[in-house]
């Protein structure tokens, strides 16, 4: 991993949001360009940012970030390329979605999520923080089970991955 942003204290994945904690490292200097287009994304803040990437493309086993469904981490998943087969995963039957674009928000709690094996060098970006009020307001909100909103969306925009 490549750390765009690093946190001022114990990094904890139930922190990324919290952007007080999170600044700008000296790695993101390497990555001007990718910054200024990071600074184009509808956050108002941004907390935990980092490039992940793996020279062997092996697979990423489906998985859940966490297990609060009280908390609703606000980030968008990247990709220059398509080559990285990323996907959601229904645990129930084995069927998986694939995102077909350059971008992803999924819900991490409720939603398995994994990558298939390339072989060769794949890679992706994922920036964390707080999303504008005029992003947010475009996503239904969760009465129960707040991490589930950005599957709400989803559903509601009839996008099936």
């Given at each position: 991993m490549v750390c765009l942003a690093r946190s001022e204290?114990?990094?904890?994945?139930y922190d990324l949001d919290r952007t007080d904690l999170w600044s700008i490292s000296d790695e993101a200097d390497e990555f001007s360009q990718l910054m200024d287009f990071l600074r184009t994304l509808p956050f108002a803040a941004t907390g935990r940012m980092l490039i992940m990437y793996d020279p062997d493309g092996r697979a990423v086993t489906a998985h859940r970030d966490h297990d609060s469904i009280d908390l609703c981490h606000e980030f968008v998943w990247l990709r220059t390329n398509l080559e990285k087969p990323f996907y959601m995963?229904?645990?129930a039957?084995?069927?998986?979605?694939?995102?077909g674009g350059y971008s992803a928000r999924f819900d991490t709690?409720?939603?398995?999520?994994?990558?298939?094996?390339t072989g060769e060098l794949?890679?992706?970006?994922?920036?964390?923080?707080?999303f504008t009020d005029e992003f947010r307001a475009m996503m239904p909100a969760a009465a129960e089970n707040p991490a589930s909103r950005a599957a709400l969306w989803a559903q509601s925009a009839g996008i099936k991955a």
């Open positions: 204290g114990l990094e904890d994945y995963l229904d645990p039957t084995g069927e998986k979605l694939y995102v709690v409720n939603q398995y999520h994994g990558a298939d094996a794949a890679w992706s970006i994922r920036v964390d923080g707080r």
